[in-house]
């Protein structure tokens, strides 16, 4: 049985700040103190701006394209002011207040069918625990994930 995202409660967070010098998006999981992991990418404006010149730029030199400025994303991505440890704290406990934690951050799994069949639609989401393994011992370039108090 799942357990209501109102009721979870974090135990550590992943902060991993993508390699470009603008430091304007972030990959962070999470831990919960069930043991199960989420994901999500955090992203400011300039990153968003960032993409939306880069698509008109590829428009510009593509024939029968037209140069127009947009974003599509296939994540989902959060927009916060900031990438500061405490905004992406603040941002978590105001999705799980209101419930809408699931929605946005991806599961991590064992198997990706796993739970498919009694969750909801919108948390079927799923990512395999062995990519998290990957990105918690590889590619975050922390010494200590973050201890939730």
């Not at 999981?29 to 404006?45: H, L, Q, R, S």
């Not at 500061?84 to 809408?100: G, M």
Request: net charge negative; aromatic share 6%.
């Amino acid at each position: 049985m799942n357990m209501p995202t109102s009721l979870a409660i974090p135990e550590r967070i992943w902060i991993e700040m993508h390699d470009t010098a603008e430091g304007d998006s972030c990959d962070v999981i999470v831990e919960m103190e069930d043991g199960a992991y989420y994901t999500a990418m955090f992203v400011t404006m300039p990153y968003l701006e960032r993409q939306m010149e880069l698509s008109y730029q590829i428009g510009k030199n593509l024939t029968d394209v037209p140069a127009v400025r947009y974003a599509a994303f296939e994540t989902p991505q959060i927009i916060v002011p900031d990438l500061e440890l405490e905004t992406i704290e603040d941002v978590i406990d105001n999705l799980l207040s209101l419930d809408t934690f699931c929605s946005i951050f991806t599961k991590v799994t064992e198997d990706e069918t796993e739970d498919e069949q009694d969750a909801p639609q919108a948390s079927r989401k799923r990512a395999t625990a062995e990519v998290a393994a990957v990105v918690v011992t590889e590619v975050l370039r922390l010494t200590d994930p973050t201890t939730v108090a």
